[in-house]
């Protein structure tokens, strides 16, 4: 095969599974590690991927890269609306309580089930996100805060140290956080120091921490963790995550729901 031949498949299998191993490549085209390497760095050279400790991902995938809002809610929204039914599950039936959601989209898929929800029941929600404010704003018999601070304009979130304070003050029962990546090594991460310092107090704040992350995340280290595995309870996502972050998870003694 030649390495051009190669170097199509390689973009193929890392379009399909959003990242790629130099061993388990060289494996599967019965050529040796060295050879699998020069192809990355050729690749790497023209802008098709990004090569990380022991393979690759796509461009997009560096530490600090953000998309905007608009962006985000296009990605995935079959699978965030699916992961947003299956992780109100954990509510239960008839469930009185607290709740905290985090900003992001997949969040807001929850808030927006949630909305719909909370019509005669009486749960107190709380967020940081203008925009999941906004979605449950008008929801009747039930109380919504909204934590203030300065907001961040790419998440519409509030951020810095009297949002960090406050919600230190705060023991929601349940916390639904969204998460740019899950890593076994880095446990849970994001591209933004400040976006992780708030999402690391709700994770010390919260009774139970359920996280709710697509596929696209799974394997994924952005630029600072903001949580380890072992502090969260439940990670809610699409599909099943690879051998190595599924016994971490385990590990942690984190419960995987498929959604």
């Known amino acids: ?26 494996r599967s085209f019965d050529v040796t590690t060295e050879t699998v390497r020069r192809d990355l760095d050729q690749l790497e050279q023209s802008g098709a991927l990004r090569r990380v400790h022991g393979g690759a991902v796509p461009p997009e995938r560096g530490s600090t890269i953000e998309a905007s809002l608009p962006e985000r809610r296009l990605r995935q929204s079959d699978a965030k609306s699916a992961i947003a039914r299956r992780a109100l599950e954990v509510l239960g039936e008839g469930f009185r309580g607290s709740v905290f959601l985090d900003a992001g989209t997949t969040t807001a898929a929850i808030a927006a089930q949630l909305s719909v929800r909370l019509a005669g029941a009486s749960i107190d929600v709380v967020t940081h996100a203008l925009p999941l404010a906004s979605l449950l704003a008008e929801a009747e018999q039930s109380s919504l805060t909204l934590v203030g601070g300065r ?68 394997g994924s280290e952005r630029l600072v ?3 380890a595995l072992a502090d969260i309870d439940v990670l809610v996502t699409d599909a099943a995550p690879d051998a190595k972050l599924s016994q971490a998870l385990a590990d942690a003694d984190v419960e995987v729901w498929i959604a």
């Open 1 to 26: 095969m030649y390495a051009t031949e190669r170097q199509v498949l390689i973009e193929r299998q890392l379009a399909a599974a959003g990242r790629v191993s130099v061993v388990e490549l060289a």
């Open 151 to 218: 907001v961040r304009g790419i998440t519409a979130a509030a951020v810095g140290s009297d949002t960090v304070r406050t919600i230190g003050t705060l023991r929601p029962d349940i916390a639904f956080i969204g998460t740019n990546g899950v890593s076994a090594e880095f446990g849970l991460s994001t591209p933004d120091p400040e976006e992780a310092a708030v999402k690391s107090a709700i994770v010390r704040a919260a009774r139970r921490v359920v996280v709710v992350a697509d596929s696209e995340k799974l």
């Open 225 to 227: 963790s903001f949580a």
